[in-house]
């Protein structure tokens, strides 16, 4: 599957997939917690890019993107707890940290062509 040009929408399809992925899980509390939290940052991820690319300036711009490349990180981690402790699912999971590496390093890209 090809993945959208525009990251705004790439951000929003990766949020998606995360929250379908989490409805697969085995409803274990640490699912359960895990989920939320991956729900959570992985939201962030997109709703950071948007407030980045309304900015107020270029601080704030490199500001959100910052925070946007943070949340992909803590994505990453949550991801990689669900995967290793959910080895049926690994299939949607390392297809969704493939994904958010590569937003890490778009992210890491724009803010490194922003701060120069």
């Known amino acids: 599957m090809s993945k959208p040009y525009n990251l705004?929408?790439?951000?929003?399809l990766f949020a998606k997939e995360c929250?379908?992925?989490?409805?697969?899980?085995?409803?274990?509390?640490s699912n359960?917690?895990?989920?939320?939290?991956?729900?959570?940052?992985?939201g962030s991820v997109g709703a950071?890019?948007?407030?980045?690319?309304?900015k107020l300036g270029d601080k704030d711009l490199l500001f959100r993107l910052k925070i946007a490349r943070k949340e992909a990180k803590e994505s990453k981690f949550w991801l990689q707890l669900l995967n290793d402790l959910n080895p049926?699912?690994?299939?949607?999971?390392?297809s969704l940290l493939y994904e958010?590496?590569?937003?890490?390093?778009?992210l890491s890209a724009i803010i490194t062509k922003t701060s120069n």
Do not use: H
């Not at 929250?19 to 509390?29: C, D, E, V």
């Not at 359960?32 to 992985?42: A, N, T």
């Not at 958010?100 to 778009?106: A, D, H, M, P, T």
């Open 8 to 12: 705004e929408e790439r951000t929003f």
């Open 19 to 29: 929250r379908i992925y989490i409805r697969t899980l085995p409803k274990t509390i």
């Open 32 to 42: 359960i917690e895990d989920g939320k939290q991956l729900v959570r940052s992985s």
């Open 48 to 54: 950071n890019y948007i407030e980045a690319n309304e």
């Open 88 to 94: 049926d699912q690994t299939i949607l999971s390392e």
């Open 100 to 106: 958010v590496e590569e937003l890490r390093k778009i």
